[in-house]
């Protein structure tokens, strides 16, 4: 048999779910101490604190996207955050004779602005 009458009304789209920005910074942040090769410290423990505000913007329904951002960005900042003193002690030590510099240990300062070295 068939049907007569107005055809039913179709569902009305969901609302588009919007992307978590503190996941996207925390992944841009992991991103760009890895092409960096770990030498940026400081943007690596910045990136880690946004990646874990960054699950916690994303889980239940908060209505965003960008958990695996979020989580990915943790993840390498948090590797780059424990990494990088261990890979910059040898680059910032003064005994480093790799370059073929070798800077003076016995310098002390004389005034606030000047070091007196004793050669």
Do not use: Q
């Not at 503190?22 to 910045?46: E, K």
């Amino acid at each position: 048999m068939a049907r007569t009458g107005p055809p039913a009304p179709s569902p009305a789209p969901a609302a588009p779910r919007r992307m978590s920005g503190l996941a996207l910074a925390s992944l841009a942040l992991g991103l760009g101490n890895l092409a960096c090769l770990f030498l940026l410290w400081v943007p690596s423990v910045v990136g880690l604190v946004l990646g874990v505000l960054g699950i916690r913007h994303t889980t239940g329904d908060s209505g965003r996207d960008g958990r695996g951002m979020a989580v990915t960005g943790t993840v390498l900042n948090g590797v780059f955050a424990v990494l990088a003193p261990f890979l910059l002690a040898p680059v910032l030590s003064p005994t480093d004779t790799r370059f073929g510099i070798e800077l003076p240990t016995d310098c002390h300062s004389a005034e606030a602005e000047v070091l007196r070295c004793d050669t």
